[in-house]
């Protein structure tokens, strides 16, 4: 089958097409001496040769992992893409995909995210992300179903040998990563009876709050007092990010989502503030169009566009969504060019991984370790790092997310400074090992 033919298929067609090659298991690494992306399997070969000729998405990523989970049929995945500064960590996503090539291009998305986002705070860990093709067919919100799915995840990360430590993401709970746990010793999040820091999304939301009062102070703007917010999904993130804008005395904040429990709980947490919450299709962009100081973005990546970005009536646009610019050079230049301040998501959107990263050292009182990434004194704090984007982006008038990328792509290249490389070692191993027939 030629490769338009294979990415043009949806994930369960996909699957169909491995199961009639007898494949279960299926890996893509990067020789990064000879310049090409190897598929386990020679039928696969031609996805890994569109996506070495990518020039958006693939960025030399070391290589990714796949298998159909046991009984659902559906594909559980683990994307790797830098690991100099250790292995790869990120979140495992539960999520729906139109097209094996959509499923593909937000794994190497996602994780390459982190590579940059891991970076930019400090951490000795590179990019990884986990993704898991929801079936239509099976109802996710059934508990059994899902602790089949996630033990079962489980299990895949231990065969991975620890390149990749997945931690929660969008569609996974705490008790989701708890089923994780039971598999494998390669995870973070999971909950505090176990030993884990449990959700990450409140201190997420902290940090986002760091990143606007970065972008006011540069614009001087004064405080968020006073300010009116937009905000595009209220989920994990985006409904603790409310609480804290009203604990700043925030003017009025209007929030989106296509989740009708997201807004039902966002109203009655609510109530009696000026908070406007509104149900959106996925195609309902008018959330771009409406009057504010601040744009927040913590749904889903890739929406800010050349559809979107032209709507924008904000001056700030900050939030804890992943992969905001749907293309990095392209939609980071287009906001730029429109003199809106654009804080980059990796940068600002940290917490989530300082926190889970952080487990495997204990928790102690009023933790400095987390405790710094809040701070104005400490050089990779959120605010620090947003400021010097923003101030070098100005100076050198290039787009704010190529100064953040330019910053991060250097950082993610140290080599972590006892295990050295390690993850992209654990990687090829596991293909000289053929972990694909295993």
Not at 150 to 176: H, R, W
Not at 202 to 213: C, D, K, L, N
Not at 284 to 309: K, M, V, W, Y
Request: with cysteine; hydrophobic share 35%; proline share 3%.
């Amino acid at each position: 089958m030629k490769k338009q033919e294979l990415l043009s298929l949806s994930p369960i067609q996909f699957i169909s097409f491995l199961e009639s090659q007898k494949i279960k298991k299926f890996f893509f690494v990067y020789d990064s001496e000879k310049k090409k992306l190897a598929a386990s399997h020679p039928q696969l070969q031609p996805i890994a040769d569109y996506f070495l000729n990518d020039k958006r998405d693939f960025i030399e990523h070391e290589g990714w992992f796949c298998k159909i989970s046991e009984e659902y049929r559906m594909l559980l995945g683990a994307f790797v893409h830098r690991t100099n500064r250790g292995q790869a960590a990120g979140g495992v996503r539960y999520w729906s995909y139109d097209t094996i090539e959509d499923y593909f291009r937000d794994g190497l998305r996602l994780c390459a995210g982190m590579t940059f986002k891991n970076a930019l705070a400090g951490l000795w860990w590179g990019g990884g992300k986990g993704v898991i093709a929801y079936n239509p067919r099976y109802d996710k919100s059934n508990p059994e179903i899902r602790e089949k799915i996630y033990k079962d995840y489980g299990l895949f990360m231990s065969s991975l040998n620890g390149c990749y430590v997945t931690a929660e993401d969008v569609g996974t709970s705490v008790q989701d990563m708890n089923n994780v746990f039971s598999g494998t010793r390669f995870t973070t999040c999971i909950g505090s009876e176990f030993g884990g820091s449990g959700n990450p999304s409140v201190p997420t939301a902290r940090g986002v709050i760091s990143g606007m009062e970065a972008a006011l102070d540069f614009l001087k703007m004064g405080t968020l007092e006073g300010k009116s917010i937009d905000i595009q999904g209220l989920g994990h993130v985006g409904e603790p990010l409310v609480q804290f804008l009203f604990e700043k005395n925030v003017k009025k904040i209007i929030g989106v989502d296509i989740n009708l429990s997201h807004i039902n709980s966002a109203k009655k947490r609510f109530e009696g503030k000026n908070f406007v919450g509104r149900l959106v299709d996925k195609n309902d962009i008018s959330i771009f169009s409406e009057e504010c100081d601040i744009f927040s973005p913590n749904a889903t990546g890739a929406i800010l566009n050349q559809r979107t970005i032209p709507n924008l009536k904000a001056r700030i646009v900050c939030g804890a969504a992943n992969n905001q610019l749907e293309d990095m050079q392209k939609d980071g230049e287009l906001i730029h060019d429109r003199n809106i301040i654009y804080v980059p998501d990796f940068l600002v959107n940290r917490m989530g991984i300082v926190t889970c990263a952080n487990e495997q050292y204990g928790y102690v009182n009023n933790d400095s370790l987390i405790k710094n990434h809040f701070s104005k004194d400490w050089e990779h704090s959120i605010y620090n790092r947003a400021t010097q984007v923003l101030k070098e982006s100005k100076n050198k008038n290039i787009p704010s997310a190529e100064v953040a990328l330019r910053l991060a792509d250097k950082l993610s290249k140290e080599n972590h400074p006892v295990f050295g490389h390690r993850g992209r070692q654990i990687i090829l191993s596991l293909a000289e090992n053929e972990w694909h027939l295993k």
